[in-house]
């Protein structure tokens, strides 16, 4: 049993996220050529091998870039955590269009201390907000938020097993028409860190996967990791998916006519 740190799930990091997937894109080699048969042969990213990830930043950078280069993005995103004393969820859908600057997400939340919902809505470098949470509704507020790659690109939740994993077993496959890698992990030996995990947690259980396709789009991932901190025991589990990459539009919402 390895020796990790306590995994903070807090809301404030949840709203920071703007996460998704879904499938994988349909249409895959559209230039005519042989998919790859092996690891070895398939064209990789930036930060991406046949062996693992080669370096966690610069994956990161090939997948946002990738992401920004389709020009606009659907995705959900599960974050559920199990424990003794109860189960807390949250549930994220995102819309992102780049070209027109505008980008939606919402929230939401169950847990044993409550329940709600949390929605942002950005356009031209302006965010606004509004969230319900034990039945109780906010007014709609607005703060300024620039519309920037690294805060819209859903990195936070693929983010750990790109920057703390590094050896994968990568495997090559077709999905919907699309080539991919598919990176898996299973086992807690190696892990150097994870996310906002330190020395004061047991790590028992680890297992990983995702698939990113040539450009280094990220198209699912998924995690689940099993720790004890302070003799509890906690099981986090995480599920990402991007879809409708170049076909995703955002209306603004009537609410954010309502801001204050």
């Known amino acids: 049993m390895m020796k990790r740190s306590t995994l903070a799930v807090s809301l404030v990091v949840v709203l ?7 499938a994988v894109l349909d249409g895959g080699n559209s230039d005519g050529t042989e998919a790859p048969d092996s690891a070895e042969e398939f064209d990789y990213a930036d930060g991406f091998g046949p062996n693992g990830v080669t370096d966690g930043q610069q994956a990161l950078e090939s997948y946002q870039s990738a992401v920004k280069t389709r020009g606009s993005y659907a995705s959900t995103y599960d974050f ?35 329940s709600g919902w949390f929605e942002s809505y950005y356009e031209d470098d302006t965010r606004y907000n509004r969230s319900e949470v034990g039945g109780e509704r906010s007014n709609v507020s607005v703060d300024e938020q620039n519309f920037t790659t690294a805060e819209l ?7 750990p097993l790109l920057s703390n994993v590094s050896n994968y077993e990568v495997s090559v496959e077709q999905r919907n028409g699309t080539t991919v890698a598919v990176y898996e992990r299973s086992g807690t030996e190696g892990i150097d860190s994870f996310y906002n995990i330190n020395e004061s ?6 297992s990983a996967t995702f698939a990113v396709d040539s450009e280094g789009v990220i198209h699912s991932a998924s995690y689940d990791i099993t720790y004890t901190t302070g003799g509890k025991e906690q099981t986090v589990t995480m599920e990402f998916e991007l ?11 009537d609410w954010a006519d309502e801001a204050r």
Do not use: H, K, M
């Open 16 to 22: 920071v996220l703007f996460s998704g997937c879904s």
């Open 153 to 159: 690109t859903s990195t936070d939740p693929i983010r």
């Open 201 to 206: 947690t047991d790590v028992s259980a680890f």
């Open 243 to 253: 879809s409708d990459l170049g076909e995703t539009s955002v209306e603004r919402p």
């Open 80 to 114: 559920d955590v199990r424990a003794n004393d109860g189960n807390t969820s949250f549930d994220v859908e995102n819309r992102v269009d780049f070209e027109n600057q505008q980008g939606y997400q919402r929230v939401d939340v169950d847990s044993p201390a409550y």
